[in-house]
């Protein structure tokens, strides 16, 4: 009893020590300020001040009081909010001093009565995590006047916008911006980053974009593109906008832009052109096909399987863009139209794009190649000339049949020309300085392409929840016509460097490729049980494709025209293909998480046929398995996390199959092999992301990692007296591997308020390849860390630093005495200060460092300065700009890469200093609301 006694005790006294430390509260009245006026059912809530976690809320009653009873003891935060008003922000504590905190009349500001002198307490949330959607709200960010979205993205965490505009988002690319869930011109971002107005934004959007047969039933298929939605206001859809700008510079530079929008309520239209060459303007534009180029198989956004025909071209070498190498004339433009109509029922949505680019330069590459017992030096100089034309037009019609169905239909047509040429010297040495032989070629080409893609995808629901059916038909041709010379000699020298012998090749090439490919996909999803789902799918795709390559020698006898046929570098075959896939993935839905998985199986039948009739028919008949699942859990309303794996079975290419040989680079011999078999791929993929409001603190952290068995791999052999390669694919008999992981994390600095951030990231890989028939272990592996700064003051300056270390490990099993293993250090800051009469002035640098290593003994150090100085007219609506590019002059164009058993260095000609003098107009009348209907 005496225990029993005691316990009792204890107990009662764990009671009230438990019911004293929640004897806490909060009281107070709610009322407009200036009325005084009762804000009846006013939202009041108890954050704790620690970790933003919501303990307790209340409404206001009809005679504006609150009353909050049961809290802790602790730091806490009082949020009173009421639509039209300004939101109520306050800290406060609780102990045992002080049980209950009395606010007395909280007093609500209207946010039309808002003043420049007045001082709100409280700011919205910068950012609210919505699923897979990290949303920014701009007002949360400081906006300067006549800034554009891609002043905006520069200062969101975990968004990083380089010098030519290209957009990094949470470690990814991103790869498409859209405007209020649309495409703006198809395939460019940086015409929406670098031309709308960062004061018409309502909301920034980052997510990873689904599928469409995905969005549609809500099942994860693992198609994903890193993706920007601009979410506009609703009274900057009424109206027009745009700009105009020109500006020349010394060393004969130049740049002119054009942009012109007209917003309407439902409707945009848009029109623009650029003129440069400075590399500023119109060069991010690139052919957004899936259909060209070589052979091989991949996944579609709607689970379908595509086939290429391939064989590749050998001569289209040029991809359209401009990567910094050599020096541009850009000259584009386009127009942009979508609207919606019947209610919103149907929409339409088109582009058109029309342009060229010229790209001339210089090139340096030197590369280092281990061979078993045999180590050369390879030095090359390259003169390019690349030119491109290409037009494309593409359509989008959407219509709401009825409430239970839609139509979605696509369109797109491309023409496209390129026209290049390239001289190449190279020589290629032992590490004793003595020659082993060298090379000097033209390459020209002239290349004509057509492709057209087109699609209708049908989607309906049942009554049944979840109970739902797609359908979705796609079908595309691509044709190409190629016409290119090859000249070349080759000196070849004996094993101490003495002349031995020349080659020549003086050849026409010919080549002709077509495919047209049809691919059928019907899904239906079935509730099994509530919440758990199962999803059916089936596709049928049908490629039919030629590739006619033909090379003709000039005989020697006469001055007649390139009439022999050389049989060794000719071919002709046709391709036929079948693919039959059918997929079943289970999917269970709950509010906190989602899980799915399931397998995809497709049965592939091809018949190659060599039309010249040397070989025997090539037919082949494999199965490709795609195994996927993902579990999602929602651990708040500003946290999630997300686990995933996809494997998937990588058929060879046409163009590692097929036993052709390309000569186009004598020194380097590509041949193909008809006995390759499929290698199959595991990756898992982890994300974590988090945003606590009051500290306004944001985490992303994600990473990926991949094993491939049976891979295909170069078998590289090489003739150690004339140094010609001859590269061939083959399977490896052990796995590759390949991971990348990145980590970033931004707070903002009470007191001083300065965002700061530090970001973490590696990524590398294993992989194998056969050099004359030994196995070579390749160690590629990068690791980077970077400290950010950022302090923004409206209309009076910006500022931004960030930088730190990177390591790079970069080895061969061959020979491990020589590798690329090095150090570096990358830094990026600017500033701009807003002066009294209108006067800005502002400069950005850029800092490369990377260390000498044992292939390459030099090191590279390369500081980008660049300045301006502006003043604005008219109301900041038209800026006058003296501008500088690299100051310093060192901008040196620069690489340095390794794969398998070669390590390259390159240094290229590129943009130097230049000044520039130009005029920007910006014309902006949009507001009024959205128009009445």
Known sequence: MRITFIALILICFGLTASLAQTNYSVKGKVADTVSNSNLVNASVSVISAKDSILQKFTRVKDDGTFTITNLNKGKFILVATYPGYADFVERFTLDSAHTTHSFGTVSMLLKERLLKEVIVKGKAAAIKIKGDTTEFNPAAYNIQPNSKVEDLLKQLPGIEVDK???????????????????????????????????????????????????????????????????????????GYFGKLDGGIGTDGYYQGQALFNRFKGKQKFSLYGTLGNNGKTGLGWEDNNKYGGGGGMEMSDDGGFYFFSGGGDDLDNFSGRYNGEGKPIARTGGAHFDTKWNGDKESLNANYKIGSLTVDGTKNTQTLNSFPGNIS????????????????????????????????????????????????????????????????????????????NASAFYTKKFKKKSRTLSVNFRTSIDES??????????????????????????????????????????????????????????????????????????????????????????????????????????????KSFTFNFGTKVAGVKFKQVDEFGRRSDLVRNFTNWFPQASFQYKISKQSSIRVSYNGNTTQPSLDDIQPVLVNTDPLNIRNGNAGLKPSFTNRYNISYNSYKVISNQYIWISGSYSTTSNPIVSNVVRDTTTGISTYKSSNLNRSTSNFWANSYFERKIPGVDINAGFELSANGNTYYNLSNNILNETKSYSYSGSLRFSKYKEKKYDAWISGGPNYTVNSSSLNKTLNNNGRGFNANGGFNIYLPGKFQIGS?????????????????????????????????????????????????????????????????????????????????KVGGGAPKK
């Open 164 to 238: 030519d505009g290209k957009i990094t988002a949470q470690g990814q690319t991103v790869k498409k911006v859209l405007v209020d869930g649309e495409e703006f011109f198809g395939d460019d971002p940086t015409l929406v980053t670098k031309n709308l107005r960062a004061d018409m934004v309502d909301r920034v959007q980052l997510y990873d974009k689904k599928s469409d047969q995905a969005a549609f039933t809500g099942i994860d298929d693992g198609v994903k593109d890193k993706t920007i939605n601009i979410k506009l206001k609703e009274d900057k859809k009424n």
């Open 481 to 590: 016509d190629s016409k290119g010379f090859l000249k070349s000699k080759t000196t070849f020298f004996d094993s101490v460097g003495v002349f031995k012998r020349d080659t020549t090749i003086d050849q026409f090439k010919a080549n002709k490729t077509r495919s047209t490919n049809i691919n059928t996909n019907i899904t239906y999803t079935e509730p099994l049980v509530k919440d758990f789902t199962l999803a059916l799918s089936y596709a049928i795709s049908v490629n039919n494709a030629n590739n006619d390559r033909r090379t003709f020698n000039k005989p020697v006898s006469t001055a007649s025209a390139y009439s022999a046929l050389d049989s060794l570098y000719s071919s002709d075959y046709k391709l036929n293909q079948l693919s039959n896939q059918g997929g079943a993935v289970f999917n269970l839905q709950k």
């Open 377 to 452: 030096n390879v030095n090359s100089d390259e003169t390019n000339h690349n030119y491109l034309f290409r037009q494309k037009l593409d359509l989008n019609y959407q219509v709401k049949i009825d409430s239970m169905q839609n139509l979605k239909i696509t369109a797109d047509g491309t023409l496209r020309n390129t026209n290049t040429r390239s001289n190449f010297a190279t020589k290629t040495a032992r590490l004793d300085g003595s020659l082993i032989n060298s090379n000097g070629r033209d390459n020209t080409a002239d290349v004509d392409s057509k492709v057209f």
């Open 844 to 924: 950005d640098g850029n800092y490369t460092y990377n260390a000498p290593t044992k292939s390459f003994p030099q090191d590279f150090r390369r500081f980008l300065l660049n300045a301006n100085i502006s003043r604005t007219f008219f109301k900041d609506a038209l800026k006058a700009a003296i501008s500088g590019n690299d100051l310093l002059n060192q901008n040196t164009g620069y690489n340095r890469s390794g794969a398998a058993n070669i390590i390259t260095q390159e240094r290229y000609t590129t943009i130097r200093r230049y000044f520039m003098f130009s005029l920007t107009w910006d014309f902006n």
